[in-house]
């Protein structure tokens, strides 16, 4: 296998050492036209000097913006179009200044920033010929990643209200990175009933298939855990079916056994019962005297039974292949072997999730054979899968291509990274998470890289293009031009929002004081300090919040909600007091009348904001009670009880204190785990909580 680059340079050592070779290629082409030459590397544009010398005068057209070069990662070079090729060349060159894409108040932003960041650069004066909304930008800040996200969601219900001849596709999120930042905004707009589509690591990981495989993959690398070997064993498209899988982790969890443990003794079964049918998948002689039969044999039918042998022997041989064959071929054996792909083509499912799901899965097979480029470069051959340190997951984020565009097939809301969005436009653009440290992101080497080793590659490695900036000033550089792109993806308007706090306090990004962006401010228009329910009530959240049975609330729950500063008096009589006031009075639907509120949505709002979303919203696709959300509510329950204590453990040391983090976890731990039987392992689960908890 070879990739993009080892297609480029063998061509360059081609006609390097086959001179008529070299010159009918000369021949043949007598105009040459190259598009998006802020997109070439120093290896392509010595294949168009050798394809076209300077010194025979050669018919040669250039286009490209160097300020929309945003490929460093993979050694493209912008100065190779604003400098290198003139020089070489002796070119003419025409100005292209008119602008058809987005407003004049985004181009001057964008002009502004770039001039900061490169001060050798020439400046440039861009004319818009585009029509706009007004205002033409919109800056706006939130207090957490959740309230930028909402605010986004939000103006897309209100544009769509105001704006009837906008589409959802018309609307775009484009993000630093969707691994990192894609989440809230997956949940606002599923909140607000949003359909959207998502590209980027993130939603490929989530596909079922590329979960398959990757849990496989861990499985080889792995071969004694017993939980990497049930994450690939209860996977639907193993094989074995959900039946067989359940009865054998009913077993283990009863007798306290890894799972990897009970089928391998299950295979000795087999093995001694019928040899011919059941021969042993890592082979050897069956057992002279058949094991006893494990109690839940009866209950697995003889088709069970052939396809989890099936399963074993297939994992077997993948076993032995793993040891000789590359990283991205044993993927390829995985899918084709266990017969992953042909039940993933059978499934019955819409053509188009189909496709969906074969796509993400090339882009994962793709990001495996990144890993193998660099491993090659550094060592001399592909990498096995014995010779990866770390999570393949991890990896594969920061490997797996993430500069494809989003299929734009369904009419949604597209949110996609800035390299994706790059050629598209859209009516409507958030440039969201412009915040400090992740709009300009840091420098950061290559993930499999240590220093030492870039610094050889750098050296001594002939062809070989750095993926990293050779310095700050040029990833600062970078990241400008990146940001431009965004900036001038909107035809019509363009929305920069940030956040106070994510993982960390950011705030304003530096770019946007470069940028000084000429139009509308947002100031924390949903605080999440203290939620409201008038921050979160608009038109379709109000319809599910109608009244049920008022006189059902107790009254902590009315002292709770007096509490907030609401006025309660009309929860026990709908003709007294007055109700919750929707947010965005007077924007709401004249048919929505909130005159009371169901105690069970009352309830689960005032106990967590979240959790009236997951519960009680339409529009959310994901089941309202996954495992993270469960998980997630019992560890809140074990704070919560710890804390109500803290009067008493305050003063004591803090053994005693972590005893009474203890008490308050085992006065819970048992209704979760009994709540969570037959979904998760007992004893695993036990044991992620408490290291949750610390």
Known sequence: LVDFRDLISGTIELLQSRPALRDGMRAKFQLILVDEFQDVDPAQFELLRLIAPPESAPRLVVVGDPDQSIYGFRGTVPRLLSHDFANTYRAATSQLDECRRCSQEALDAGERLLSATQPGRSPRILRSEAPHRTPAVVVAREADPVDEAFFCAREIKRLQAEWPDMRLRDFAIVLRSTTALGAPFEEALRALDLPYEVRGWAATSRNEVVRFLIGYLESLRNPDSSDAFESALASSLGGVGARTVSRLRAHAYERARPLLRVVRRLMYVLAARDPQRYPLPWGGEPPSEEPSQPDYLPYLTEAELQNLHAAMVTREHLLKRAATLPLASLAYSVLIEDGAMRRLLDLDVPVDRRTEAIADLRAAIEGLESIEVVHERLQGAKPL????????????????????????????????????????????????????????????????????????????KVGFMPSWPSDPDGHLAEEARLAFVAMTRARGRLYVTYADTYLRQAGRSVFLEMAEPDGQTRDLTRTSARLQP?????????????????????????????????????????????????????????????????????????????????????????????????????????????????????????????????????????????????????????????????
């Open 534 to 694: 008038s921050d979160v009530l608009l038109g379709r959240e109000a319809e599910v919040l109608l009244a049920s049975h008022p006189s059902a609330l107790n009254e902590g729950t009315l002292a709770r909600a007096e509490g907030l500063g609401l006025d309660v008096a009309f929860l026990t009589d709908p003709d007294s007091g007055e109700p919750f006031e929707p947010y965005g009075a007077g924007r709401n639907p004249e048919s929505v009348r909130i005159d009371h509120f169901s105690p069970t949505t009352l309830n689960d709002y005032l106990k967590c904001p979240r959790l009236y979303w997951y519960n009680h919203h339409p529009g959310l696709v994901d089941e309202p009670r996954s495992v993270a959300m469960e998980r997630g509510g019992f560890l809140h329950e074990v704070l919560q009880d710890f804390h109500e204590h803290e009067e008493e453990w305050r003063s004591l040391e803090a053994e005693q204190q972590r005893q009474w983090l203890e008490d308050a976890l085992q006065r819970h731990l048992d209704g979760y785990l009994s709540r969570m039987e037959g979904v998760l392992d007992r004893k695993r689960e036990e044991k992620q909580v408490r290291s949750l908890l610390g």
């Open 385 to 460: 899968l014995s010779d990866i340190t770390g999570s393949l997951e991890s990896l594969l984020a920061a490997a797996a291509d993430d500069t494809e565009a989003a299929s734009g097939n369904r009419d949604a809301v597209q949110v996609m990274t800035v390299h994706q969005a790059k050629g598209l436009e859209f009516e409507v653009v958030f440039c969201a998470g412009f915040a400090h440290g992740l709009f300009p992101l840091e420098a950061r080497p290559h993930p499999l890289l240590d220093a030492e080793d870039r610094d050889w590659l750098e050296r001594f």
